[in-house]
T-cell receptor
Framework: QQQVKQSPQSLIVQKGGISIINCAYE??????FPWYQQFPGKGPALLIA?????SEKKEGRFTISFNKSAKQFSLHIMDSQPGDSATYFC????????????FGKGTTLSVSS | DAEITQSPRHKITETGRQVTLACHQT?????MFWYRQDLGHGLRLIHY???????NKGEVSDGYSVSRSNTEDLPLTLESAASSQTSVYFC???????????FGQGTRLTVV
C-alpha cells in the first residue's frame, strides 16, 4: 500500500513557466509534509515544508498548497529556471509520533531554455 | 560545520557476502534513517533509529540489519548480499520527527 502517491513521474517545462507536482496521502495522522530536491549524484535536500494548520506556504519561487480535506498537497515552482532541473520528492510523516518520512516516488523535472 | 557522511561512496560485492555501509553524523541528532533509492520506486525506508540501542524496521527491511551503539553512527549490514539489493543507499538524520532530515551523499552498491 503506497501511502504517498506522487504525480507526474516526469515533467518538462519551458524556462519562465510554472511547474506543478502533486501528491496525495492516505494516513490522516500525517502532520508534516516536506518537499525534497535532489540533483544527480547528490543526496536529497529539504526545499520547503508545510504543516496542516496552514493551506499555503511560500518561499521565494516555491509554494506548497495544502488541501487537508482532499488529503492532497502540491509544489508550485514559479518562473522555472534551468537550474531547477532536478528530481523532486514529496514526503509525509507523523511528527507527533516521531515516525520516519515516507516518500513519494519522485518527479523528474526538466526546464528547457 | 555539522555533517552526515557515508562510506564507501561506491562498492561492488559478490552475491552471498556480508556488506556493511557506514553512516556518521555530527549533528548530534537522535533520529537516523536508512533509505534505498531505485528507479521507479523513489526512496524506500529500510531501518531507522530514534536513539542509542533503538532500532526499527521500515518498509523494505528484509535482508538488512542495523545497530545503534552511539548517537553518531548507524551502520547498515547486508547479511548475505543479493542482486536485488543493488541500489543507491542514503542515510539521513533529524533532530525530531517533524523537522528537517539531512541526507548523506549516498552509497552506490552493486551486487554481482
Amino acid at each position: 500500500q503506497q501511502q504517498v502517491k506522487q504525480s507526474p513521474q516526469s515533467l518538462i517545462v519551458q524556462k519562465g513557466g510554472i511547474s506543478i507536482i502533486n501528491c496525495a496521502y492516505e494516513n490522516t495522522a500525517f502532520d508534516y509534509f516536506p518537499w525534497y530536491q535532489q540533483f544527480p549524484g547528490k543526496g536529497p535536500a529539504l526545499l520547503i515544508a508545510i504543516r496542516p494548520d496552514v493551506s499555503e506556504k511560500k518561499e521565494g519561487r516555491f509554494t506548497i498548497s495544502f488541501n487537508k480535506s482532499a488529503k492532497q498537497f502540491s509544489l508550485h515552482i514559479m518562473d522555472s529556471q534551468p537550474g531547477d532541473s532536478a528530481t523532486y520528492f514529496c514526503a509525509a510523516s507523523n511528527g507527533e509520533a516521531g515516525t520516519a518520512l515516507i516518500f513519494g516516488k519522485g518527479t523528474t523535472l526538466s526546464v528547457s531554455s | 560545520d555539522a555533517e552526515i557522511t557515508q562510506s564507501p561512496r561506491h562498492k561492488i560485492t559478490e552475491t552471498g557476502r556480508q556488506v556493511t555501509l557506514a553512516c556518521h553524523q555530527t549533528w548530534n541528532h537522535n533520529n537516523m534513517f536508512w533509505y534505498r533509492q531505485d528507479l521507479g520506486h523513489g526512496l524506500r525506508l529500510i531501518h531507522y533509529s530514534y536513539g542509542v540501542q533503538d532500532t526499527n524496521k521500515g518498509e523494505v527491511s528484509d535482508g538488512y540489519s542495523v545497530s545503534r551503539s552511539n548517537t553518531e553512527d548507524l551502520p547498515l549490514t547486508l547479511e548475505s548480499a543479493a542482486s536485488s539489493q543493488t541500489s543507491v543507499y542514503f542515510c539521513a538524520s533529524s533532530a525530531a520527527g517533524n523537522t528537517e532530515a539531512f541526507f548523506g551523499q549516498g552509497t552506490r552498491l552493486t551486487v554481482v
